[in-house]
């Protein structure tokens, strides 16, 4: 008789579901019966114009030193970072994507006698991380699909140690305005860390949205988490840093893993750095395709969540796996987001004009 290892598992472990990424391209290829090239993948907010030129050179100008273990301090990223952020090296902590931030965050603050509270239609991975150490995950409702910042500060309890914020926010793409973060902090004791999620961060910029960065001289328990993967598409790099008060950045790398960004990665992260053509094209081509796509949804009678994100959450009104299905058998695979509760829901990432026209073609088609 064979052991049941999940009875040996931690208590926070048990409750747990693995993570469920967008359905890949190769999968569905075999699924279907497709070809690879015939397929749309804009399930996962990936940078459609593939990696910036100048990192994939740096990269491969890094392969010849494979053998050599990488900088485990990554210590010209952080320089260059600092540069550009305009903070001290050590206020930064990089991570293995922002994803490996966040968990750090959890594993070094928070325990069974604690919470965390965030927003009901939040990132997923805040609740896997408050679960993974066994902390009480406080869920507070959405107003509008987006963060109740007045009812997030009253959900605080003696025992909160932490709060998650995403702006914008993942799934749903809303935001809050500057003036609200600030009134959010105020209420927030001094010992509860303030997470700032602020992995779409460069296509919300134009607007409201206030910059994490320049608030941390004035929050000591603010953390702001930012990502390579978004917009200046390095998703398969795996890249993410935190920017936060020199103290909680040293009981992060404390229990950082040590080469936590391997040799490829940090070249590829400071080439795209520097790469500012690369990124205004990015934000550029999602503000176009977000353009495109709205009018689209709108020509098909389709309602959708105001987003700043690269994405949009379009709102079917009924079962919306019936229309992922419908989508996936047309070579478009977009992201059903009924494991945050928004069943009637589907997701759709920005994509290069022909593949956003693919998109809406399949869609029309669907709902005819």
């Not at 959900?155 to 305005?177: D, K």
């Not at 927030?188 to 999620?197: A, Q, T």
């Not at 390095?234 to 890249?239: P, Y």
């Not at 079917?316 to 019936?322: Q, S, V, W």
Request: include cysteine; charge should be negative.
């Amino acid at each position: 008789m064979s052991c049941n290892f999940l009875e040996l598992a931690v208590p926070g472990v048990k409750e747990m579901s693995p993570y469920q990424p967008g359905k890949p391209i190769e999968e569905l290829a075999r699924e279907q019966g497709l070809r690879v090239e015939d397929i749309v993948k804009l399930a996962s907010n990936e940078n459609p114009l593939g990696p910036p030129p100048s990192a994939l050179q740096a990269m491969t100008e890094s392969l010849v030193e494979l053998a050599r273990y990488p900088d485990g301090s990554s210590y010209l990223l952080k320089q260059a970072l600092a540069e550009k952020l305009r903070v001290a090296p050590e206020q930064l902590t990089l991570g293995n994507g922002s994803n490996d931030v966040l968990v750090l965050l959890a594993e070094s603050f928070l325990d069974t006698n604690s919470s965390a509270v965030f927003s009901q239609y939040a990132f997923v991975v805040y609740p896997l991380a408050v679960k993974a150490v066994g902390a009480e995950g406080i869920v507070v409702p959405a107003l509008n699909y987006g963060h109740d910042l007045d009812a997030m500060a009253e959900a605080i309890q003696e025992n909160t140690r932490m709060v998650f914020l995403a702006n914008p926010n993942n799934p749903t793409g809303t935001c809050f305005s500057e003036q609200g973060l600030f009134g959010f902090l105020g209420k927030v004791p001094e010992d509860v860390i303030v997470v700032l999620d602020e992995a779409y961060f460069e296509y919300g910029l134009g607007g409201d949205l206030p910059n994490g960065s320049e608030l941390l001289d004035r929050y000591s328990n603010l953390v702001v988490t930012r990502t390579f993967s978004k917009a200046y598409g390095l998703a398969g790099a795996r890249v993410g840093y935190s920017i936060s008060n020199p103290d909680i950045a040293d009981v992060l790398n404390r229990l950082r893993q040590p080469f936590n960004l391997n040799l490829p990665a940090q070249a590829g992260a400071m080439a795209a750095l520097g790469d500012d053509a690369y990124l205004q094209q990015s934000i550029a081509i999602n503000q176009q395709g977000m353009k495109y796509l709205e009018q689209g949804l709108a020509g098909l009678g389709l309602d959708w969540i105001p987003s700043s994100a690269n994405f949009v959450t379009v709102d079917f009104k009924r079962n919306a796996m019936p229309i992922y299905e419908g989508l996936l058998s047309r070579g478009v695979i977009v992201r059903p987001v009924a494991s945050y509760g928004m069943p009637e829901h589907l997701r759709i990432s920005i994509g290069l004009p022909e593949e956003n026209r693919r998109c809406l073609d399949a869609l029309g088609q669907i709902l005819a």
